[in-house]
C-alpha cells in the first residue's frame, strides 16, 4: 500500500525541524539516496521557513500544514498555509530576492535547484501552496534490491 | 543547537553544532552580534564543523555577519564545513566572497597572514 501522511502543526520556527524529520524518515522508506534525502530536507525546511517567517509574519499562531505522498516514481511533498499570501510569485522566485533584511532570497533557488518539479500557488489574504516533487532514483533502487 | 566562543586576539571563533536553521540563527545572532559590537571584534570564524544540516536562514546569518563586519573594516572566515554543509554553501555563490577553510587552524594562519 501507498503510504501518504499529513501534518498539521503551529507554524513556529521549532517545528522546521519536526517537518524536516518527518521527511526524512518517509524518505528513508522510499528508494532514496541519502543525497536525495539531504536535498529533500533542505528544500521542506525552505518552505516551511517561508510559510512561518513570511506568510505568518504577523500571526505567529498561524497552522500550516504538511502533506506527502508517493505518486507512481516521485515524491509529492506539499506545504500549505492560509497567510497573507504572495502578490507577485515571479518576483518571490527571482534569486537574491528578499523583503526581509538577512535573508539572502535563496529559498525558491534551494526548492528548484534540489526538487524535479516546484509548483507555488498563491492568493493575497488567503494563503499559499508550495508543491514539490523529487524522483525516486532508479539508481538507488536497483543498489537497494541488489542488497536483498 | 550548540554554540562555543572563544577569542585568539582580535578574531573571535564560534563553535556551532547541531542543524543551522531558523530557530539557530536567531540563536546565532543573538551570542554573536553583541560581541562584535562590545568588544570590536576584526575577524570572525565560524567553525561548522559539527552542524549536520544548514538552509538558507543559516547562510542568511553567516552573510550578515560578513556585512556587518565589512563595514567596520573586519572579516569573515569559514572552517570545517562537512561535505552536505559545503554543498549548500556553495550552491549559494557565498565562496566568492568568503574563503572556506578545512579546519579552524588553518582559518586562524590565514587569518594571521591576512
Known amino acids: 500500500m501507498e503510504n501518504k501522511i499529513r501534518l498539521e502543526f503551529t507554524g513556529i520556527g521549532e517545528n522546521v525541524a519536526l517537518a524536516r524529520l518527518v521527511i526524512a524518515s518517509l524518505a528513508g522508506q522510499l528508494n532514496f539516496t541519502l543525497s536525495d534525502i539531504e536535498e529533500l530536507k533542505v ?55 528578499s523583503t526581509e533584511p538577512d535573508r539572502m532570497g535563496l529559498g525558491f533557488v534551494f526548492m528548484q535547484s534540489f526538487m524535479d518539479d516546484l509548483q507555488v500557488d498563491s492568493e493575497p489574504g488567503k494563503g499559499t501552496t508550495v508543491t514539490l516533487v523529487k524522483k525516486i532514483s532508479s539508481d538507488a533502487g536497483t543498489f537497494n534490491s541488489s542488497q536483498n | 543547537m550548540n554554540l562555543e566562543k572563544k577569542y585568539h586576539r582580535d578574531t573571535l571563533v564560534i563553535k556551532i553544532a547541531g542543524e543551522f536553521d531558523l530557530v539557530t540563527a536567531e540563536e546565532f545572532r543573538r551570542v554573536v552580534d553583541p560581541e562584535l559590537e562590545r568588544r570590536q571584534v576584526r575577524n570572525l570564524v565560524i567553525n561548522l564543523g559539527g552542524v549536520s ?29 562537512r561535505p552536505p554543509v559545503r554543498k549548500i554553501l556553495e550552491l549559494s555563490g557565498i565562496q566568492k566572497i568568503i574563503r572556506f577553510y578545512e579546519s ?11
Not at chain 1, 71 to 95: H, N, Y
Not at chain 2, 54 to 79: E, M, N, P, T
Open chain 1, 43 to 97: 528544500a521542506v525546511s525552505e518552505a516551511v521557513s517561508n510559510s512561518i517567517i513570511h506568510a505568518y509574519s504577523a500571526v505567529p499562531s498561524g497552522i500550516v500544514i504538511l502533506e506527502a505522498w508517493q505518486d507512481t516514481d516521485s515524491l509529492v511533498i506539499r506545504i500549505s498555509d492560509m497567510g497573507k499570501g504572495i502578490a507577485d510569485i515571479q518576483k518571490a522566485m527571482e534569486p537574491a530576492y
Open chain 2, 53 to 81: 544540516f544548514i538552509d538558507s536562514s543559516g547562510l542568511g546569518v553567516i552573510i550578515g555577519r560578513y556585512k556587518k563586519l565589512s563595514q567596520s573594516g573586519g572579516k569573515l572566515w569559514i572552517a570545517a564545513a
Open chain 2, 104 to 114: 579552524e587552524k588553518q582559518a586562524l594562519e590565514a587569518v594571521r597572514e591576512a
